[in-house]
Nanobody
């Protein structure tokens, strides 16, 4: 069984930075793809960034050039470095993992990010 636990959210001023972490309990290598999603009240959860292996990476247009996704397999951890934060980046950020075998999807509990002056 895989569990995902996010941390690193908080309150930051516009232009500031945060780094989110997602620790995977279990074997991170069984997850073929990992991603960060965010959800704002009243809106659908949206993809922010995704990584498959260590070379296939995609970003939402709204975060390109500001956010960086990475994963450290030795630490069973995925990260999201968020720079130049804007108020519209506010939301609950969820870690997601996909195992192609059996099409199993895993979600963390979410971490709140608030960008406000």
């Amino acid at each position: 069984q895989v569990q995902l636990v996010e941390s690193g959210g908080g309150l930051v001023q516009p232009g500031g930075s945060l780094r989110l972490s997602c620790v995977v309990s279990g074997n991170i290598f069984i997850l073929n793809r990992m991603a960060w999603h965010r959800q704002v009240p009243g809106k659908q959860r949206e993809l922010v960034a995704a990584i498959a292996g260590n070379t296939t990476i995609e970003y939402a247009e709204s975060v390109k050039g500001r956010f960086t996704i990475s994963r450290d397999s030795a630490k069973n951890t995925m990260y999201l470095q968020m720079n130049s934060l804007k108020p519209e980046d506010t939301g609950i950020y969820y870690c997601n993992g996909l195992r192609v075998l059996g099409l199993q999807t895993y979600w963390g509990q979410g971490t709140q990010v608030t960008v406000s002056s």
